[in-house]
C-alpha cells in the first residue's frame, strides 16, 4: 500500500539554527498539506499545494517559514531561525484533489527545539 | 468563517458499552466533515466522511457519524467499544470555495476501561 513519507522522523535543533523538513506524497496526489501539531492538540494547517502552487498558507508564519513543491511532487518546509515555541510535530499529508477528497498522512517528524 | 467544536477533551467508557464523542462546526458554505484517529506513535487515519450524500456514515471498525444540519453537529458513534479503540479522535471541516479551509478540532481522548 502507498504511504506518504517524511525524513527525518526526529530532529533537535538549537535555537535560531535553521531546519528543513522533507515529504514525498502518494504517487499522483497533486495535493500536498503541511500542519504543525503542537501536543495535546490538533493539527493545524500551515500550507497547502495544488501541483506546484500555494493554494492556503495563511498560517504559515512567513517570515520564519517557508515551503515548496517546486515539481509537484515532493515538498520541503524550512524554519529559520526555529524558536523554542516550534517545538511540535510536523505532518504532511497528501490527497488526488482538494476539499473533499481523503488525505493520507505521514508519520510525522517530531522537532524539538532546546 | 468555520469553525469546529469538539466538546469532551477526554471521554471513558467500559469495554463493551457505546461511545459517543460529539462534535459541533460552523461554516459558511456547505461542509465536508472528518473524523479522523491517531493511535499512539501512529500517523492519522480516516474514519469516516461526509460529502452530502447520506447523512449517516458508516466507516471503519465499527464506527458511524450522522451528519444534522439544524443541529449543526457531527457526532461520532460505535455501539460496542473495544480495548483497540483507545485513541485520539479529531473532527473536521473542510469548504471548497474559492479559498480551500481545512480546519481540526482539538481532539477527543478515548479511553477503555476493561
Known amino acids: 500500500e502507498a504511504e506518504v513519507a517524511q525524513s527525518p522522523r526526529y530532529k533537535i535543533t538549537e535555537k535560531s539554527q535553521a531546519v528543513a523538513f522533507w515529504c514525498d506524497p502518494i504517487?499522483?496526489?497533486?495535493?500536498l498539506y503541511w500542519y504543525r501539531q503542537i501536543l495535546g492538540q490538533g493539527p493545524e494547517l500551515l500550507v497547502q499545494?495544488?501541483?506546484?502552487?500555494?493554494?492556503?498558507d495563511s498560517q504559515l508564519p512567513k517570515d520564519r517559514f517557508s515551503a515548496e513543491r517546486l515539481k509537484g511532487v515532493d515538498s520541503t518546509l524550512k524554519i529559520q531561525p526555529a524558536e523554542l515555541g516550534d517545538s511540535a510535530m510536523y505532518l504532511c499529508?497528501?490527497?488526488?484533489?482538494?476539499?473533499?477528497?481523503?488525505?493520507?498522512f505521514g508519520p510525522g517528524t517530531r522537532l524539538t527545539v532546546l | 468563517a468555520q469553525s469546529v467544536t469538539q466538546l469532551d477533551s477526554h471521554v471513558s467508557v467500559s469495554e463493551g458499552t457505546p461511545v459517543l464523542l460529539r462534535c459541533n462546526y460552523s461554516?459558511?458554505?456547505?461542509?465536508?466533515l472528518f473524523w479522523y484517529v491517531q493511535h499512539p506513535n501512529k500517523g492519522l487515519q480516516l474514519l469516516l466522511k461526509?460529502?452530502?450524500?447520506?447523512?449517516l456514515v458508516k466507516g471503519i471498525n465499527g464506527f458511524e457519524a450522522e451528519f444534522k444540519k439544524s443541529e449543526t453537529s457531527f457526532h461520532l458513534t460505535k455501539p460496542s467499544a473495544h480495548m483497540s479503540d483507545a485513541a485520539e479522535y479529531f473532527c473536521v471541516v473542510s469548504t471548497y470555495s474559492s479559498a480551500s479551509k481545512i480546519i481540526f478540532g482539538s481532539g477527543t481522548r478515548l479511553s477503555i476501561r476493561p
Open positions: 499545494f495544488q501541483d506546484e502552487s500555494v493554494v492556503d
Open positions: 461526509y460529502t452530502s450524500a447520506a447523512t
Open positions: 461554516s459558511s458554505y456547505s461542509p465536508s
Open positions: 504517487s499522483g496526489h497533486a495535493t
Open positions: 499529508a497528501s490527497s488526488l484533489g482538494g476539499g473533499a477528497d481523503t488525505q493520507y
